[in-house]
């Protein structure tokens, strides 16, 4: 034994105290701690848990913003999509059409459904679009009833769906899936040139917000449903969706409750072949788990949104809490062993681990604490309750272990010379060898090939040459992006790809996405919100526009004396002005549908829908003669330029026309039937879309695209009068937002996006804001609290030196994972949260090292390499009976199907295993060289 082993007092008079006091008072300390846990226990049961990327995410963000009003306005916020692919032949069956229709009504009867905004053969809103001579024709595409067994009726109702749905180019590519010969996706409209077979038919499926809050239930009966209808092999069924996976990564945490069960088995396995005794298995199990009981009581007292990322906080609890259990159990054994007595082998564990626990607990806090800067939920529930529980571990381990093994004593002989394992014993003089000779080049080569290996990987080279090209090497998009978001590190990604970052890629719920991108024109969306600069006016009730606007023949002129009036009187008179809203102008949709031209031509884009395609279709159905078919070079906007073009006498107005066919689409179709697209205002609506790529380079791409085609086409006659989507919250007040902004402006902000592209980019957006800051303010915030604490600044440039090289570590394993492009593990912003808890996790063996080297300074008076062999014999094996046991407790996260707790486990565990060696073998070269006052005290010279 060490001199320090010894029962003497830790030299820390406040560290006495203090185990003198919870000594004295241990039943009933002990029994508050009791009943605290139990009422916290009860709170358990209210947990809120839910996955909720616009609760996640800032809600000033202008995707966060923009996602929201489209969700609020128009709906389709919460898709989901079941596809059914037909083995043999086309899709036009009686059965499987009923199949369809069957699947539709369940989907429809779930709680949440948003029926009016389903889109499929079976949906009402969703019917055939013709004409006649009387007009427009609507009618449903399928009997409600299904189709028919007679088989001569059958033939006759499925002639009328394929017509309904092959000669609608506006809405037919989100009923079907076409496929050539070989198998391969058509596009709709080449499905005639290249012979293709209809095979897919897709339900699209739109549920409220509420749908969050029952994510459970609401699951388990869309799984119910895959699994029945999965077992007919007639066809292949396929399903995704944002509330799909969301829900499915709560449930598949849920359905996986065994895997921790094994890590507690880890963990009390890994106890006993340490101190070979129930005491020392059990007792700093019960303090652990006291801490996780108080912690989830608090987050469901708090009734604190949740996501399934917080998983990893009861998780860390107990390897932090193991950690320091080890620590003090350990002293506890050493002592009794020594001097029999377990009120003296309790009071010296107390004292000798409450300064060193309180340091280390201190700065972990710190390390949760800087997360709550970041506008992130998950990242503020992380910090408040991770902050908690680190506090509530003073007292259920440094403090409770040790009055438990004192209350519930064994014998000196069953401490058996402090239970250190053979190999325990050696490591000190093993280490110490080593760094003492030839052997410290291998700790120093360990680090140098993590540097190399991470500036390697994060490209660090190309981000500081790009941050140095300065104005001269703008011109490069790439080196101007380096710059603006000063990515020192190009080659770590900070996108996201949402459905690898919630599930990895064997999943069936990542196969089903991938095999759908094959079928589908998109699996993800986009909205683009539109609305009018100028609000409506209030329609005139009592008074009117003069009779003489009438007369007026110049359109400019017309318009002008239209508003004129409309600002005298303050209200708007439609019989001589006409509708408002700028659905109503024609060249507002002229511009829109030229923007979805170029969208559906973009690589990523597969699919758009808005309002302008009924247009187009309603003018392509009306320009055909009566009885004959109509022509696809009639599928346009009708604006008077458009009308001039193809007859130089046409005298129509274009904006009469369009107002004509929204009066004829509002009088033939059904309450509900437009306003997914359209508000009843006329002057708000959106544009939709679907992307075919998840790929978070490439999903940051189209967004940049789409907002650049913005801008360059903002001027444009329709556009001039539009807001596109927001740049500023909240929805409630948009007063503040406008389209008077410059692309050569400092303070141009473009518009955002909704869509679960926007909130791809808004998790982009907030990972570039934080990836650097945040781990830096960790790192500042933990040196001076270590400075003042220690009262030395040599101190915590050691441990700054350590946790630098654990961050480089872990940008460099971002790197790698953007290499190989494995989406679960890049550095996007659900990962980035382990950034600070790793910093956190290595400081605290830094500072258990420090603290046990001090005292043993002082036990061998002043033998450096004594010192350091009973250091590494005591807290350093301890260090690694903790990391083992750590990793242990990460077992289950790597073995769900959730990808997220998968990548924290990884980042975390890589940093585990750095921060040992760091610990144990940089830690004591710096000291030995640095010699910090703290340690050497009076014998540094």
């Keep these: 034994m060490s001199g320090s082993e010894s029962t003497n007092g830790s030299g820390n008079r406040w560290a006495e105290g203090y185990a003198d006091f919870v000594i004295k008072f241990r039943w009933p300390l002990m029994l508050i701690l009791l009943v605290v846990t139990i009422v916290a226990a009860l709170q358990i049961k209210h947990l809120d848990m839910r996955n909720d990327p616009d609760t996640l995410l800032p809600p000033s963000n202008r995707y966060v913003v923009t996602n929201l009003y489209a969700e609020y306005n128009f709906g389709m916020g919460n898709l989901m999509v079941f596809t059914l692919r037909i083995n043999e032949g086309d899709v036009y069956k009686g059965w499987f059409v009923n199949k369809v229709q ?28 013709g004409a006649d001579e009387n007009g427009l024709v609507f009618k449903r595409l399928i009997p409600t009833e299904g189709i028919s067994s007679d088989s001569d009726i059958a033939e006759q109702q499925l002639a009328f769906l394929k017509e309904g749905i092959e000669t609608n180019p506006v809405i037919g590519p989100m009923l079907v899936g076409f496929e050539d010969a070989e198998g391969n996706k058509c596009e709709f409209q080449e499905k005639d040139e290249k012979d293709c077979t209809a095979k897919s038919l897709y339900i699209i499926g739109d549920y409220t917000d509420e749908v969050k809050e029952i994510y459970l239930p609401w699951v388990r009966e869309v799984r119910a449903m895959m699994d029945e209808y999965g077992q007919d092999d007639r066809f292949e069924l396929l399903v995704a969706g944002e509330p799909y996976f969301l829900a499915w990564m709560l449930a598949d945490l849920v359905n996986k409750w065994w895997l921790f069960v094994i890590s507690f088995a880890i963990v009390i396995a890994a106890l006993w072949f340490e101190f070979r005794n129930w005491r020392g298995s ?28 917080m998983v990893l906080t009861p998780m860390l609890l107990l390897a932090i809490g193991i950690g320091h259990s080890v620590q003090v159990t350990r002293r506890f054994m050493q002592e009794q062993a020594e001097s029999g007595d377990c009120e003296s082998a309790a009071r010296v564990a107390i004292s000798h681990t409450i300064v060193p626990a309180t340091l280390s607990i201190v700065t972990d806090m710190v390390g949760f604490a800087t997360l709550a800067t970041v506008d992130i939920s998950f990242y503020k529930a992380y910090a408040y309750f991770g902050m908690f529980g680190m506090l509530t571990l003073l007292f259920t381990t440094t403090t409770l272990i040790p009055l438990l093994m004192m209350t519930f004593p064994c014998s000196r002989t069953d401490m058996g010379g402090g239970h250190e394992q053979s190999w325990e014993t050696k490591v000190g003089g093993v280490i110490t060898g080593m760094l003492n000779g030839p052997g410290k080049a291998i700790p120093i080569l360990f680090v140098i090939v993590i540097f190399a290996w991470s500036i390697y990987y994060t490209e660090i080279g190309r981000g500081i040459s790009g941050l140095m090209a300065g104005e001269a090497g703008r011109a490069d998009p790439e080196v101007a992006r380096i710059q603006d978001e000063f990515d020192i590190m190009p080659g770590v990604e900070k996108g996201i790809n949402y459905s690898r970052a919630a599930f990895k890629e064997k999943s069936i719920t990542i196969q089903h996405i991938e095999r759908l991108n094959t079928i589908m024109p998109g699996v993800i969306s986009v909205s683009i919100p539109v609305r009018g600069k100028e609000p409506v006016a209030e329609l005139c009730v009592d008074t009117y526009f003069s009779e003489d606007i009438y007369d007026i023949e110049d359109p400019l002129e017309k318009v002008a004396a239209c508003e004129k009036a409309k600002a005298d009187l303050g209200c708007w008179d439609p019989d001589p002005c006409g509708a408002q809203g700028i659905f109503n102008q024609a060249d507002v949709l002229a511009d829109i549908e030229a923007m979805e031209e170029w969208m559906r031509a973009h690589p990523f884009i597969g699919f758009t829908g808005s309002y302008a395609q009924y247009i187009r279709l309603v003018n392509m ?41 929204n009066g004829l689409l509002e009088t033939m179709t059904e309450e509900g039937d437009m306003d997914s697209f359209v508000m009843k205002n006329w002057n708000e609506g959106v544009v939709m879309g679907f992307i075919n790529t998840m790929d978070p380079v490439e999903a940051h791409a189209v967004t940049m695209d789409i907002q650049q085609y913005i801008e360059e086409h903002k001027n444009d006659p329709g556009f001039s009068k539009v807001n596109f989507g927001l740049r500023s919250g909240p929805v409630e007040d948009l007063s503040g937002d406008s389209n008077e902004l410059s692309v050569d402006g400092v303070d141009y902000v473009r518009p955002g996006v909704g869509g679960f592209l926007g909130a791809t980019e808004a998790t982009r957006e907030v990972a570039v804001d934080n990836w650097l800051t945040g781990p830096l303010l960790t790192a500042a915030a933990v040196f001076l609290i270590a400075a003042l604490i220690f009262r030395s600044v040599v101190v915590p440039i050691i441990l700054m030196v350590l946790l630098f090289i654990t961050l480089f570590a872990q940008y460099g394993l971002g790197g790698y994972m953007t290499s190989i492009q494995n989406w679960s593990g890049n550095l996007a912003f659900h990962l980035q949260v382990a950034l600070s808890i790793a910093m956190g996790l290595g400081i605290d063996y830094g500072i258990y090292m420090m603290s046990r080297l001090k005292e043993e300074m002082v036990a061998t008076a002043g033998n450096w390499q004594q010192s350091l062999v009973n250091t590494l014999n005591t807290t350093g094996s301890a260090v690694i009976i903790s990391v083992i046991v750590l990793l242990g407790c990460f077992i289950p996260l790597l073995n769900t199907d959730l990808a997220n707790t998968w990548g924290l486990g990884i980042y975390i565990s890589q940093a585990l295993l750095i921060d040992v060696v760091t610990a144990l073998t940089i830690l004591p070269m710096l000291v030995a060289w640095l010699k910090p006052r703290f340690v050497f005290g009076r014998y540094k010279n």
């Design 282 to 309: 059990l007792f700093p199990i019960i303090g652990v788990s006291a801490t996780i009981v108080l912690t989830l009581g608090l987050m469901g007292f708090s009734a604190f949104k949740l996501t399934t990322m």
């Design 102 to 129: 069957e699947i539709h009504n369940r989907l429809v009867s779930l709680e949440k459904a948003r029926e009016s905004n389903f889109i499929d053969i079976a949906a009402k809103k969703i019917k055939y679009m």
């Design 621 to 661: 159905l009306l320009t055909a003669e009566p009885g004959e078919q109509p022509e696809i070079g009639d599928l346009y906007i009708p604006t008077s330029k458009k009308l001039r073009s193809i007859d130089p006498d046409d005298d129509r107005g274009g904006d009469d026309i369009v107002q004509l066919y």
